[in-house]
């Protein structure tokens, strides 16, 4: 913390996400700021650099955290660029927010949490934004007062106006449901144990070879049973529930659109078209919760754990997208160091 008490953060990855989180970082939250900049594309770091007053443009992550100013690492890079990113941060032991995914898949993410148990302490938080949301946070503290009585099930419903080109029916799980099954684990308390994907026949707004939509069936550890519906083209807008069966009662998360109009013989308001807008309130008290935690010297949030346990229920769920099967999830032990455990059954 170099300058004024504050926190200098190298944003790795200037795509759509970084860029909104050194836009974040600059002009949203406070206690931070960004020193460093950092992208393949060295015009492109510049470019976002010259937006931030004493912000560095670099090329290459290593030079970036070697450098004094730098004091934690915001990850925002493409999947696959991750591991090397939070392996080099551990090398600094600095402080990261890794974006979902952790890495691309279950044994690379556990080499990175053997990473961190080799450092002893925690240094990553994953950016499962979703548990910042305000109505989600209030269904996690209402399951977790016991208001809903011991949780039975959840349904899920996860939306996209569209997709990108070349989006793949695999990242329907690993990009899209992943979230689903962070919140689960989240929520529940319990590890997901086996996934089922049922394919109805795809809707005709579906680019071709990807079978949209989906619905995912998850199975926990204490028998609760959660179904998520996955429709990344459903065409009207970006739209995410989550509804709590409990025995006593149920809660949904999700359902807040804003302004309520009564207008021209209608009722109604809007439905964001992209997480950016939908989550944006998330992601501000991510961050924000991140740079605090980081100031005191803590590492909360959605640990490395918990990105690898995702990414190895992913992978049961790609393999039962393929088969058409019921999967098991394979899990490693839960080190330690990510103590305590899912503690309601
Ligand atoms: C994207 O990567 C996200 O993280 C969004 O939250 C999700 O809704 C979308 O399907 C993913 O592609």
Redesign the pocket.
């Known amino acids: 913390m170099t300058r004024d008490g504050t926190l200098g953060v190298a944003v790795i990855g200037t795509g759509s996400m970084g860029s909104d989180h050194v836009r974040r970082i600059d002009q949203v939250i406070s206690g931070a700021r960004v020193s460093a900049v950092v992208d393949i594309d060295g015009d492109r770091a510049k470019s976002v650099a010259a937006l931030v007053d004493g912000c560095a443009a670099y090329t290459d992550p290593a030079a970036a955290m070697a450098c004094a100013d730098v004091d934690a690492v915001l990850v925002a890079s493409p999947g696959p660029a991750h591991e090397a990113a939070l392996l080099e941060a551990f090398a600094h032991d600095l402080p990261v927010l890794c974006e979902?995914p952790l890495t691309p898949d279950a044994a690379s993410a556990l080499r990175v949490v053997r990473a961190e148990e080799r450092l002893g302490h925690r240094r990553v938080q994953v950016g499962f934004?979703?548990r910042y949301d305000a109505e989600f946070a209030q269904l996690k503290a209402l399951l977790d007062a016991g208001g809903l009585g011991r949780p039975l099930m959840l349904h899920c419903t996860?939306?996209?106006a569209s997709?990108?080109p070349g989006?793949t029916s695999q990242?329907?799980i690993n990009?899209?449901v992943?979230?689903e099954i962070d919140v689960t684990r989240w929520l529940l308390e319990q590890e997901i144990t086996a996934v089922t994907v049922l394919r109805p026949a795809p809707s005709g707004a579906a680019p071709e070879a990807l079978s949209d939509p989906q619905l995912v069936l998850l199975e926990t550890s204490g028998g609760a049973i959660v179904d998520v519906e996955?429709f990344?083209n459903c065409g009207f807008g970006?739209q995410?529930r989550c509804e709590a069966v409990g025995e006593h009662g149920t809660a949904r998360a999700g359902d807040a659109h804003g302004l309520y109009v009564n207008a021209a013989g209608r009722w109604g308001g809007e439905i964001a078209q992209?997480?950016v807008v939908?989550?944006r309130d998330a992601y501000d008290r991510q961050v924000q919760a991140w740079v605090d935690a980081t100031r005191r010297g803590e590492t909360t949030g959605p640990s490395a754990w918990d990105g690898y346990a995702a990414a190895a229920v992913c992978e049961a769920g790609v393999r039962a997208q393929a088969s058409g099967e019921r999967t098991t999830v394979a899990l490693a032990e839960r080190p330690a160091l990510y103590a305590p455990g899912p503690a309601r059954a």
Do not use: G
């Open positions: 979902k934004m979703r996860h939306r996209n997709t990108p989006f990242m329907m990009d899209s992943v979230h996955i990344v970006y995410v992209d997480y939908r989550f």
